[in-house]
C-alpha cells in the first residue's frame, strides 16, 4: 500500500524556520519525481515545489523561491522541505505529492504550519 | 503563468442529476510531446485532494465511470453523469504542461440541494 507521511510541522514565529518530512513506503521512492503542495485555511491549492527524481533538480513557486529548500534522502525513501524566514501567509497545511507522469496520484494527509507571534 | 479559471465556483446539484465544471486555460495545454497534462481533483472536507482524472480523460484508479473528463487546447470539462452524496467537496482543475509553476483553478464547491 503506498503511504506518505508528513511530520514537522507546527506554530512559529515569523522569520523562523521549520523542517518539514515525508515518509513514504509502498513504492519505489527513486524512480518518482515528488511535489509539495499547499492550502492556506479556506483557501485552495497551490504548488509549492517539485524535485527529480534523483534529487538533481528542484524549482519552486515565486513565493518561496530563496526561502524554501527541497531535497531527498532516496535511501530513507524520505522527501523534506526546509523552509526559512517564514512569514504569515506560509500558514497552510502542506502536502507530500507523489507524480506518476502528472501530479497527484498520491497525497499525503498534510502537516499544518502555522506562522504566528 | 498559465492562469486556470473554473466555472462555476459553486455548484448546487440534486442527487441523481447530472453537474458539469468548466475549466478553461490561459493558453494550450497541448505538450510539445503531444500530450495535454490537465487533471482533476477532488477534495472532500478535511481530507486531502484525490486525482480522478489526468490528462484529460483518463480515470485514475478506483474512480467511479460516472466521472468523466473531456476538452482540448484551452477548454476543459469534468462531468458528473449521476450526482451521489459522497460528491460534495471541492474540484479542482490543475495543469502540468507548462511548470513551473504548476497551476491550479480556483476550484469549484459541488453540494447538494
Known amino acids: 500500500e503506498v503511504q506518505l507521511v508528513e511530520s514537522g510541522g507546527g506554530l512559529v514565529q515569523p522569520g523562523g524556520s521549520l523542517r518539514l518530512s515525508c515518509a513514504v513506503s509502498?513504492?519505489?521512492?527513486?524512480?518518482?519525481?515528488m511535489h509539495w503542495v499547499r492550502q492556506a485555511p479556506g483557501e485552495g491549492l497551490v504548488w509549492v515545489s517539485r524535485i527529480s527524481r534523483d534529487g538533481s533538480s528542484a524549482t519552486y513557486a515565486d513565493s518561496v523561491k530563496g526561502r524554501f529548500t527541497t531535497s531527498r534522502d532516496n535511501a530513507k525513501n524520505t522527501l523534506y522541505l526546509q523552509m526559512n524566514t517564514l512569514r504569515a501567509e506560509d500558514t497552510a497545511v502542506y502536502y507530500c505529492?507523489?507524480?506518476?507522469?502528472?501530479?497527484?496520484?498520491?497525497w499525503g494527509q498534510g502537516s499544518l504550519v502555522t506562522v504566528s507571534s | 503563468d498559465v492562469v486556470m479559471t473554473q466555472s462555476p465556483l459553486s455548484l448546487p446539484v440534486t442527487l441523481g442529476q447530472p453537474a458539469s465544471i468548466s475549466c478553461r486555460s490561459s493558453?494550450?495545454?497541448?505538450?510539445?510531446?503531444?500530450?495535454?497534462?490537465l487533471s482533476w481533483f477532488h477534495q472532500r472536507p478535511g481530507q486531502s485532494p484525490r486525482r480522478l482524472i489526468y490528462k484529460v480523460s483518463n480515470r485514475d484508479s478506483g474512480v467511479p465511470d460516472r466521472f468523466s473528463g473531456s476538452g482540448s487546447g484551452t477548454d476543459f470539462t469534468l462531468k458528473i453523469s449521476r450526482v451521489e452524496a459522497e460528491d460534495v467537496g471541492v474540484y479542482y482543475c490543475m495543469q502540468s504542461t507548462h511548470w513551473p509553476p504548476y497551476t491550479f483553478g480556483q476550484g469549484t464547491k459541488l453540494e447538494i440541494k
Open positions: 493558453q494550450s495545454l497541448v505538450h510539445s510531446n503531444g500530450n495535454t497534462y
Open positions: 505529492v507523489r507524480d506518476d507522469g502528472s501530479p497527484g496520484d498520491y
Open positions: 509502498g513504492f519505489t521512492f527513486s524512480t518518482y519525481n
